[in-house]
């Protein structure tokens, strides 16, 4: 992100976990903030300590630890009586500080919060098979739940097509504050978002198909099988293709092919196409994962998990748990957190709400952070900007009155490359 990102003068906001904000008066001047913010961002020392800070590193969890940020990045992490600090440096305090949190899967930007024709960009309901749809080119950082999301503390979002098409596009990967697409980018086409299940069937089954989840395999296998052919000729003898360009990508493992899959059966299909074309398996929403950690682990896939308060709808979602996040951690399998898709309004979940509840239903704390900061990082190639606290790194904090996987506790404030974005400056 440019240094010269605005500042979102979002004050005062002090959210309670466990109570969601949707008034559309709170939204509007959350969103006019985003808007009219003009301010440039000046380079300044800041301290933060924190009666417990989760580092995200091999630093761990340290008590009574300190973050030195120096021109947007950190420059200093550990005990806060082994800092140096400058004199003059203003400091920040807080009970607990996490490393700013990621969202896997989410359409902020795109599937907006007032859910009409004008600002719902995620999905192109014409085509079964867009992988050169790009949500770069959707995506509106104006749009209000772009702001509701910072100010719970996710600076960082992982934005994706509404998961309906077969093909569905191209995702991005975007800090949550700033004004300008391209200056909140941190990466651009990390994955392609491949759905399965019934999805695909009801939005496309009355257009000519898929009408199965066989016809809806068999359309993914069959671009999949293009776009390897394709990228074997001779680069003098390809014609230009948007969609076989973007699926090569995918086939060379320049960027990821995520599958979203609620059942066991959607799952296996998923496993099955990411060993046909030699991919690295990762399965969004994953409903059913608990049910097949081995076999999830035999294939070293990695799950987006689904919000653990998704509302059990339909089959697909029948055997929802609380306790998925903890079952998939004791099993050893990958997972990271994410809100997902929401057609109703207010259109998104809260990141932070859904890692606590994890949490309340026997994840541990420090697995549930890292699930939402650097195993994410990792996982969409970003893990060198954000993801954890550590030298060198964006300074991306999110800093709490109390323990942040409880109802009572604020959220006091959010630092977004060493600026003070959210609450008191």
């Known amino acids: 992100m440019?240094?010269?990102?605005?500042?979102?003068?979002?004050?005062?906001?002090?959210?309670?976990?466990?109570?969601?904000?949707?008034?559309?008066?709170?939204?509007?001047?959350?969103?006019?903030?985003?808007?009219?913010?003009?301010?440039?961002?000046?380079?300044?020392?800041l301290l933060?300590?924190?009666?417990?800070?989760?580092?995200?590193?091999?630093?761990?969890?340290?008590?009574?630890?300190?973050?030195?940020?120096?021109?947007?990045?950190?420059s200093a992490v550990g005990p806060l009586g082994s800092?140096?600090?400058?004199?003059?440096?203003r400091t920040l305090e807080a009970a607990v500080v996490l490393p700013g949190l990621i969202d896997s899967h989410t359409l902020?930007?795109?599937?907006?919060?007032?859910?009409?024709?004008?600002?719902?960009?995620?999905?192109?309901?014409?085509?079964?098979?867009?992988?050169?749809?790009?949500?770069?080119?959707?995506?509106?950082?104006?749009?209000?739940?772009?702001?509701?999301?910072?100010k719970f503390g996710a600076t960082t979002v992982h934005v994706t097509p509404q998961p309906t098409a077969p093909i569905a596009g191209s995702t991005a990967v975007f800090k949550t504050a700033g004004t300008l697409a391209d200056e909140m980018l941190l990466r651009r086409d990390p994955a392609?978002?491949?759905?399965?299940?019934?999805?695909?069937?009801?939005?496309?089954?009355?257009?000519?198909?898929?009408?199965?989840?066989?016809?809806?395999?068999?359309?993914?296998?069959?671009?999949?099988?293009r776009a390897r052919d394709w990228a074997a000729k001779d680069a003098d003898d390809r014609e230009r293709d948007l969609n076989l360009e973007m699926l090569a990508k995918v086939l060379a493992g320049d960027a990821l092919a995520v599958f979203t899959a609620h059942r066991e059966d959607d799952i296996?299909?998923?496993?099955?196409?990411?060993?046909?074309?030699?991919?690295?398996?990762?399965?969004?929403?994953?409903?059913?994962?608990?049910?097949?950690?081995?076999?999830?682990?035999?294939?070293?896939?990695?799950?987006?998990?689904?919000?653990?308060?998704?509302?059990?709808?339909?089959?697909?979602?029948?055997?929802?748990?609380l306790e998925a996040a903890a079952i998939l951690h004791d099993g050893g399998v990958p997972f990271v957190f994410a809100t997902g898709y929401e057609a109703y309004v207010p259109k998104s979940r809260v990141?932070?709400?859904?890692?606590?509840?994890?949490?309340?239903?026997?994840?541990?704390?420090?697995?549930?952070?890292?699930?939402?900061t650097i195993e994410p990082a990792e996982l969409w190639g970003v893990a060198d900007r954000v993801g954890s606290l550590e030298p060198g790194k964006d300074a991306d904090l999110v800093l709490f009155d109390g323990d942040p996987f409880?109802?009572?506790?604020?959220?006091?404030?959010?630092?977004?490359?060493?600026q003070v974005v959210v609450g008191e400056d």
């Open 268 to 321: 296996a299909t998923a496993l099955r196409l990411a060993r046909e074309f030699d991919l690295r398996a990762v399965i969004n929403y994953g409903t059913e994962a608990y049910l097949m950690r081995d076999t999830l682990n035999a294939n070293d896939a990695t799950v987006v998990l689904a919000p653990p308060m998704q509302r059990p709808t339909g089959m697909e979602k029948w055997n929802s748990t």
């Open 192 to 225: 392609v978002l491949f759905n399965l299940g019934g999805a695909p069937k009801d939005a496309f089954g009355d257009q000519g198909g898929p009408r199965t989840r066989m016809a809806t395999a068999a359309l993914i296998r069959g671009e999949l099988t």
């Open 351 to 372: 990141l932070l709400w859904e890692v606590a509840m994890a949490v309340a239903n026997g994840l541990p704390a420090e697995a549930a952070v890292r699930a939402a």
């Open 406 to 418: 409880e109802y009572t506790t604020h959220v006091k404030q959010v630092v977004v490359d060493g």
């Open 108 to 150: 902020v930007g795109v599937s907006g919060s007032y859910n009409v024709s004008a600002d719902q960009d995620g999905f192109e309901a014409s085509d079964p098979a867009g992988a050169r749809y790009r949500v770069l080119d959707s995506f509106n950082p104006t749009e209000l739940l772009v702001g509701e999301a910072l």
């Open 83 to 89: 800092m140096t600090v400058p004199a003059g440096t």
């Open 48 to 74: 933060v300590t924190a009666d417990t800070l989760y580092t995200s590193s091999e630093a761990g969890v340290i008590e009574g630890g300190a973050v030195l940020i120096d021109d947007g990045r950190i």
């Open 2 to 45: 440019s240094r010269s990102m605005k500042r979102l003068n979002l004050v005062p906001v002090t959210p309670r976990v466990g109570r969601r904000i949707t008034a559309p008066a709170r939204w509007l001047a959350a969103g006019l903030a985003l808007c009219l913010a003009s301010t440039p961002l000046h380079a300044e020392t």
